[in-house]
């Protein structure tokens, strides 16, 4: 299946929901946020929000430092 990420079309090997997705992506565990068709998908939704062909998806990866 292809999804648009950070607007890079990617063909996903196995990832049916969101957070499958971050894992295949190793951003499993680390601080995200994630919108999914112009709506933020809440983390407390990432395993039982499904992806489909052609979404398109931003992750931002929050970084800390100071």
Do not use: F
Not at 3 to 18: D, M, P, S, Y
Not at 26 to 33: H, P
């Amino acid at each position: 299946m292809q999804v648009k990420i950070n607007g890079e079309l990617k063909t996903l090997q196995n990832a049916r929901t969101v957070a499958e997705l971050l894992r295949e992506l190793d951003l499993q565990g680390k601080r995200v946020a994630v919108e999914r068709n112009g709506e933020i998908v809440p983390k407390s939704l990432h395993a039982s929000t499904p992806l489909n062909a052609e979404d398109q998806l931003e992750i931002v990866v929050a970084v800390g430092g100071g």
